[in-house]
């Protein structure tokens, strides 16, 4: 995919945006190891990954097929745990939950965008929405209140009761953003979130995410495209189940949005500050 010709709009931001000295990173990860077993013999899928994540960073994880990014971010998501190795989120050691205090930090603490959408089919926009809103524990009034207020900042005010079938790709995968970004998480994680996108639903996506990015957010998101990893203010490359580069770089301002154009709603993050 062949985003816009637009290294021109480079530099009409800061270059990276550390964390405050006096908060914990929201990712600290130390000596990652795990290991699966397959058939007798141990698959290491990240072989010892130490990696910080400030507040506000905007990280790219890139890497071949196999390398081990999704394995890394499960873990960051606390979707799986690693067979050695410390992991503290926004300060809390992972290790030292159980299983429901683990649910909590996660349904409060992250929001998930993954390939794919993991959209319930049958559910509109709005449901879609609400349901992690719902497992964090918001109640009904304002899960509806804060679910149109994010679908409409994706610019899908006129969709909200449409069901996954009756929207496009692009459009899924807004409803996936609305749905990560609805109950305020310090931290989004997004796993190949372009990587069924055409060009266009892409450049809306990273556009959503540059302004996310620009009000504060912290996001960790895998791509193998460098198109896509160029709005990112960090690109972290993983090879063989460890961290081959670690660099910052300054972070492409977003094109233009298309997105609101036809009369529902303009993107504006600000809406989002906690
Ligand atoms: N549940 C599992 N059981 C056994 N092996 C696994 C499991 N999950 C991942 N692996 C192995 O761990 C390695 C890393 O997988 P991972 O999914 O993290 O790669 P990736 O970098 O995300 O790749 P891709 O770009 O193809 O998504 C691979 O060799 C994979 O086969
Ligand atoms: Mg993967």
């Known amino acids: 995919m062949i985003l816009a010709s637009d290294t021109a709009r480079r530099g009409s931001r800061s270059d990276e945006s550390p964390g405050s000295t006096d908060e914990p990173p929201i990712i600290a990860l130390s000596n ?9 013999e141990d698959v290491m899928a990240t072989r010892g990954i130490s ?3 400030a507040r506000g960073e905007f990280v790219a994880i890139m890497g071949a097929s ?8 499960n873990i960051m998501g606390c979707l799986d745990v690693p067979t050695s190795g410390h992991y503290h989120l926004d300060g809390v050691n992972i290790r030292s ?26 559910m509109s926009a709005l449901q879609n ?25 994706v610019g899908l005010g006129g969709r909200l009761e449409h069901v996954s079938s009756e ?29 069924t ?13 540059s302004n996310l990015h620009a009000h ?10 460098h198109d896509v990893a160029a709005y990112a203010s960090r690109v972290v490359e993983v090879r063989d189940g460890m961290i081959k580069s670690d660099h910052v770089q300054r972070a492409l301002a977003p094109a233009p949005s298309r997105i609101g154009q036809s009369g529902t709603t303009t993107i504006d993050a600000d809406e989002f500050e906690g």
């Open 32 to 40: 990652i190891v795990k290991s699966y077993k397959m058939g007798g």
């Open 167 to 195: 929207l496009s790709g692009g459009q899924q995968q807004r409803v996936a953003i609305a749905r990560a970004i609805s109950t305020n998480p310090a931290l989004i994680l997004a796993d190949e979130p372009t990587g």
């Open 51 to 53: 990696l910080t994540v």
């Open 197 to 209: 996108l055409d060009t266009q639903s892409s450049v809306e996506l990273m556009t959503i995410f």
């Open 216 to 225: 504060g957010r912290t996001i960790v998101m895998i791509t193998h495209e």
């Open 66 to 73: 196999g390398s081990g990014k999704s394995t890394l971010m």
């Open 129 to 153: 929405v609400e349901l992690p809103m719902a497992y964090a524990g918001i109640k009904p009034a304002e899960r509806r209140q804060r679910a149109i207020v994010a679908l409409s900042l």
């Open 97 to 122: 939950l159980a299983d429901r205090a683990l649910s909590r930090i996660r349904n409060r603490k992250i929001g998930f965008v993954f390939q794919g959408f993991n959209l319930i089919p049958r």
